[in-house]
């Protein structure tokens, strides 16, 4: 069984574009959570999708935005990207979503602003 | 705010001796624990759990105890393998579903 994929695993911006990062959940999981990772901050959730509807929202500001697609893939966007933002960006999936569910993570993609 | 803590940000151990990592944790709304273990350039993986209706919950060569009085869990691994030379990640889940809380995490190093 295949594992979650992220891509693209590496990215590097400038000030102010916008990036966009996607997810493929392991078969038949459909939810989806995205978290950020920085050395000061530890791995921050960002949001959680659920049959295509956010149902849980961290504590970041609207520049991070999420969407999930009918076969389970989500999208993260960062619009006017911001130094601060560069960061380890990881998913995670599993089959319903619900408390102590085993929550699988991807490898991550690492962007960088500059 | 942090809601979990690991204070040590890193743990130095000779093969086959005990590593010990420790969480801490303020929000009493938390009912389920976990840890992860995080190799370079790979995501977490979870490790083990345990359910705050329980104080230890053993899988090989792990086992996860937690004192719900002292908001406080622990991770021991015996014996301690090179392999296991990672950052070991406390993680927490409350009433919102699958959201869950990290520490910063413990750079583990085994020393052969």
């Known amino acids: 069984k295949a594992g979650v994929t992220q891509t693209p695993r590496y990215l590097i911006k400038t000030r102010g574009q916008q990036v966009t990062l996607s997810c493929s959940p392991i078969?038949?999981?459909?939810?989806v959570s995205w978290y950020q990772q920085t050395p000061g901050q530890g791995l921050q959730f960002l949001f959680e999708?659920?049959?295509?509807?956010?149902?849980n929202k961290g504590n970041f500001p609207g520049r991070f935005s999420g969407r999930q697609f009918s076969n389970s893939r989500s999208e993260m966007n960062v619009s006017t990207l911001e130094l601060g933002d560069s960061a380890l960006y990881l998913c995670?999936?599993?089959?319903?979503?619900?408390?102590?569910?085993?929550?699988?993570f991807g490898p991550g993609t690492r962007l960088l602003v500059l | 705010d942090q809601q979990v803590k690991q204070n040590s940000p890193s743990l130095s151990v000779q093969e086959g001796r005990i590593s010990i990592l420790n969480c801490d944790y303020t929000?009493?709304?938390?009912?389920?624990f976990l840890w992860y273990k995080k190799y370079p350039a790979e995501g977490p993986t979870f490790l083990i759990s345990i359910s705050s209706i329980k104080d230890k919950n053993e899988d090989g060569r792990f086992t996860v105890f937690l004192n719900k009085s002292a908001k406080h869990l622990s991770l021991h691994i015996v014996p301690s393998q090179p392999g296991d030379s990672a950052v070991y990640f406390c993680a927490a889940l409350g009433t919102s579903g699958s959201r869950l809380t990290f520490g910063e995490g413990t750079q583990l190093t085994v020393n052969p």
């Open positions: 929000n009493s709304m938390f009912d389920y």
């Open positions: 999708y659920f049959s295509e509807t956010q149902r």
């Open positions: 078969s038949g999981h459909r939810s």
């Open positions: 995670a999936s599993s089959r319903t979503g619900t408390a102590e569910e085993t929550q699988y």
